[in-house]
């Protein structure tokens, strides 16, 4: 017993060293994507996160002025301006994209015609001519830059007003309470069933159930949405309460029954011979012993429908009294979805009421699904 009890202390700094790199997995992109959130999109696509709080070098290009910005100084023609902010400097510039870093800030580049050009290091440039600039579309000129480190909520500002999120706000509540509280309820009288009671076929039952467990819920979606139409259901509250249901009852049911099995047997036989109905036992014993079961399904039901967009655009619909929370920030990051930073502010937003649900009932989540990993019937 020894050599065990020693075994498992050396194997110990393993674990914790597994454990740690776990969290370190899940904290850092999340950590990324908090910053991020913060961050305007011209500097997410410069720099990654990690360089969020260090200066900045991008380089790209700007347009000058055009002849109706001119003004006459002396004898030449002068169009000056800034396209830059404050704070961002300019390394390097020049007039042309093979060479965008040929010149420094106030050295003067020699154009055609006489024309002149200058850039100064805040981005101020003065371009002359001696005589007077002819219409057409500014020229471009080529810059590196470096800009400080800037944080903004102009993200979660943009998220936030964004037209129909309240809306999209109640409906998500709408779909997710019924969509969480229907499997629990009919789950647990299902679960209860299959681990007390005794009925032919209750093995094939069982089996059926963990094999719908690897099921894709992609595939039972046209079947089950054309079902829906058939019986009158359409694009509903109900309907999408029905689908999530029958998508969340296999885990359910399994999760509970591996939790009721292992409760104590002495209890329910005891309850039985002072002549408690099976109803009675499984309201007044079994619902209250196996209430970490039940909110550990919870917080994983609630979280699934809450993050949940395919099932709620098959069965809900697409119009703007319609759509979740998931649906209005799919519209607002637009068709090709490159407005990280406004990603990045969703996700957090979105999140919102998942974490208080999650850290609320926690406690249960380690206990409801270790419950009966020893012990099966």
Do not use: C
Not at 53 to 65: H, K, N
Not at 222 to 239: A, E, Q, R
Not at 346 to 354: G, H, K, T
């Amino acid at each position: 017993m020894e050599n065990i009890a020693g075994t498992k202390a050396r194997l110990t700094w393993a674990v914790n060293l597994a454990a740690l790199l776990l969290v370190i997995v899940w904290t850092v992109p999340t950590l990324g994507l908090l910053v991020s959130s913060f961050r305007d999109k011209d500097q997410i696509a410069a720099t990654g996160w990690w360089q969020a709080a260090f200066p900045s070098t991008q380089s790209d290009f700007f347009r000058a002025g055009t002849a109706a910005d001119q003004k006459q100084e002396g004898d030449l023609w002068v169009i000056a301006g800034n396209a830059f902010e404050p704070g961002q400097v300019i390394s390097a510039w020049g007039t042309t994209s093979k060479a965008p870093d040929a010149l420094k800030p106030g050295d003067v580049a020699d154009l055609k015609d006489g024309q002149k050009l200058t850039v100064a290091a805040d981005g101020a440039y003065r371009l002359t001519s001696p005589t007077q600039f002819e219409e057409g579309r500014g020229m471009r000129i080529f810059f590196t830059s470096t800009q400080p480190p800037k944080f903004t909520t102009d993200n979660y500002v943009k998220v936030i007003g964004a037209e129909g999120l309240g809306r999209a706000f109640l409906n998500t509540m709408t779909v997710t309470i019924p969509a969480t509280l229907i499997p629990i309820l009919i789950a647990a009288f299902a679960a209860y069933a299959l681990a007390w009671m005794d009925f032919p076929g209750r093995s094939l039952i069982i089996a059926g159930i963990v094999g719908l467990l690897v099921v894709p819920l992609q595939l039972a979606l046209i079947p089950l949405l054309k079902f829906h139409n058939d019986i009158g259901l359409g694009k509903s509250y109900l309907g999408i309460w029905l689908a999530h249901t029958g998508f969340g009852l296999p885990l359910a049911i399994y999760l509970l029954r591996s939790y009721m099995t292992g409760l104590p047997r002495e209890i329910i036989e005891s309850a039985r011979v002072d002549g408690a109905t099976e109803f009675h036992i499984f309201r007044k014993i079994i619902l209250p012993l196996s209430f970490p079961a039940l909110a550990s399904f919870a917080i994983f039901q609630f979280l699934w429908v809450w993050n949940d967009l395919l099932v709620a655009t098959v069965f809900l619909g697409n119009r703007p009294d319609q759509l979740v929370m998931t649906g209005v920030l799919r519209e607002l990051l637009g068709s090709k979805g490159g407005d990280w930073e406004i990603l990045a502010a969703s996700a957090f937003i979105s999140i919102a009421v998942p974490l208080i649900v999650f850290f609320s009932m926690q406690k249960y989540l380690v206990r409801g699904l270790l419950a009966g990993s020893v012990k099966g019937g």
